[in-house]
C-alpha cells in the first residue's frame, strides 16, 4: 500500500480529539495520494477506540497492543517503524503533541524519511506539500519532500475540523497488527503531574471576547471581564496582556499561548499580529473591532466594526441594562 497511515493518539485512556482532526487531513488528501487510509493506535487497550477511529474515508483501522499502560517513546518508535514496514506508506500524519515529538522526527531520521512539525496546511504536488510558519511565523513556508518515499508530519492541534467519528457501522476494516514490543521500553512511566489550569480552560470555550492592547490600562480589564460575562462570553487576550503581567497566562490566545476554535471569536482591539491568527483564525465567526480600518485582523474576520471599543462598551452595557 502506497497510501496515508494516522497515528491516532490515546492518553490516560482516552482518545485524544487530534485523532478526529487528523483523519480530517488525511481524509483531504486521500484521493490524491492515492492508496488506502489507514488509521493505527498504538496503546495498552488500542481495540477501545477502534470504533470512533472508523470514520468515514477511513479503509483500515489498525491497533496495535502496546506492553506498557501509558505512553512510552521507543515502545511509539518501533512500533511506528514496523507499520511503515508493512504498509509503506507515502505520508505519515501524527498529532504535533508532546508524546508525537517524542519518538516521530527520530523514526523520520532513522529512515531517512522526511519530516516536518507544526504543520497548518497541506497540499499535494506529486508528493506531499506542507505549510508552516517560519522565522516566528512573520513568513508562511511550503515545504516538499522530493525523493523521499515516506514522509512524516506533524499537524498541530485545532487547525483541521474533526471528522465524525465512526460509530462502529463504517467500512473500515479494524486489525490487529502484532508487532514485538516487549522489552523495548527504556524508560518508565513515573506518573502524571497535573498542570494548573489556571482559572479558565479558553479552548473549551463557545464564546470568546478576546482584548488587546487596545484595552490601554490593566484597570480598563475588569470592565471587559465584566462585560464577558453578561455576554455569556469568556475572556480571552493577545500576549501583551500577559506580558505586563495584567491577565493570567492560561487566557493568552496565539503561537505561543493556547489554539482556541470557539463558535465565536470576538476581537476588541487586538491588531491581528500573525502570531495572534495561527491560534484563532479557524474560529467558526470571527467578529474585528478596531480602530485602524487597515489592522490585519479584519482580513480574517467574518464581520468587523471601525469603531472604538469603549464605546462599544458603552452600547453593549446600555443595552444589556
Ligand atoms: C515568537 C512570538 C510569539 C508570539 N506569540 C503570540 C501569541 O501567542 N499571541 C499573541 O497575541 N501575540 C503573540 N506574539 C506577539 C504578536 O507579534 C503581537 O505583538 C501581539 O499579538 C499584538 O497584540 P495586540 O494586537 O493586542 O497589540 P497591538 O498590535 O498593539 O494592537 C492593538 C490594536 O488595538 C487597536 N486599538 C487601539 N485602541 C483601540 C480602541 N480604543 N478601540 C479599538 N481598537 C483599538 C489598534 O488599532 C491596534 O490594531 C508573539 C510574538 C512572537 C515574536
Not at 466594526?305 to 462599544?312: G, K, Q, R, S, T
Request: net charge negative; glycine share 12%; hydrophobic share 45%.
Amino acid at each position: 500500500m502506497a497510501g496515508i497511515l494516522v497515528l491516532a493518539e490515546a492518553r490516560r485512556g482516552e482518545l485524544r480529539d487530534v485523532s478526529l482532526e487528523l483523519i480530517t487531513a488525511a481524509t483531504e488528501l486521500k484521493a490524491k495520494a492515492g492508496g488506502e487510509l489507514a488509521v493505527a493506535l498504538i496503546d495498552a487497550t488500542p481495540e477501545r477506540h477502534a470504533a470512533r477511529l472508523a470514520a468515514a474515508g477511513v479503509d483500515e483501522v489498525l491497533t496495535v497492543r502496546s506492553p506498557v499502560a501509558q505512553f512510552e517513546p521507543h515502545v511509539s518508535a518501533r512500533a511506528v517503524e514496523g507499520l511503515i514496514e508493512r504498509l509503506r506508506p507515502t505520508l505519515v500524519l501524527a498529532a504535533h503533541s508532546i508524546d508525537a515529538l517524542g519518538f516521530v522526527p527520530a523514526v523520520a531520521a532513522t529512515g531517512g524519511r522526511g519530516f516536518l512539525s507544526d504543520v497548518t496546511a497541506l497540499g499535494w504536488d506529486d508528493g506531499p506539500v506542507a505549510i508552516r510558519g517560519a522565522y516566528g511565523d512573520k513568513l508562511v513556508a511550503e515545504y516538499d519532500f522530493p525523493g523521499k518515499a515516506t514522509t512524516l508530519l506533524l499537524l498541530r492541534a485545532g487547525t483541521f475540523a474533526p471528522a465524525a467519528a465512526g460509530d462502529g457501522g463504517g467500512g473500515a476494516r479494524v486489525t490487529e497488527v502484532a508487532i514485538e514490543l516487549d522489552g523495548v521500553a527504556r524508560t518508565e512511566h513515573g506518573g502524571y503531574r497535573e498542570v494548573p489550569a489556571g482559572d479558565v480552560d479558553i479552548t473549551k470555550a463557545d464564546f470568546l471576547l478576546s482584548i488587546g492592547r487596545g484595552v490601554e490600562e490593566k484597570d480598563n480589564i475588569e470592565r471587559f471581564e465584566e462585560l464577558a460575562r453578561r455576554l455569556g462570553a469568556t475572556l480571552s487576550v493577545s500576549r501583551p496582556l500577559v506580558d505586563a503581567g495584567w491577565v493570567p497566562g492560561a487566557r493568552q490566545v496565539g503561537q505561543s499561548g493556547k489554539t482556541v476554535k470557539p463558535r465565536v471569536y470576538l476581537a476588541l482591539g487586538i491588531s491581528g499580529a500573525v502570531q495572534h491568527l495561527a491560534g484563532m483564525r479557524t474560529a467558526e465567526t470571527i467578529i474585528a473591532v478596531n480602530t485602524d480600518p487597515e489592522a490585519p485582523i479584519f482580513g480574517v474576520a467574518h464581520y468587523g466594526a471601525v469603531i472604538d471599543m469603549f464605546e462599544l462598551a458603552d452600547e453593549l452595557e446600555q443595552a444589556l441594562d
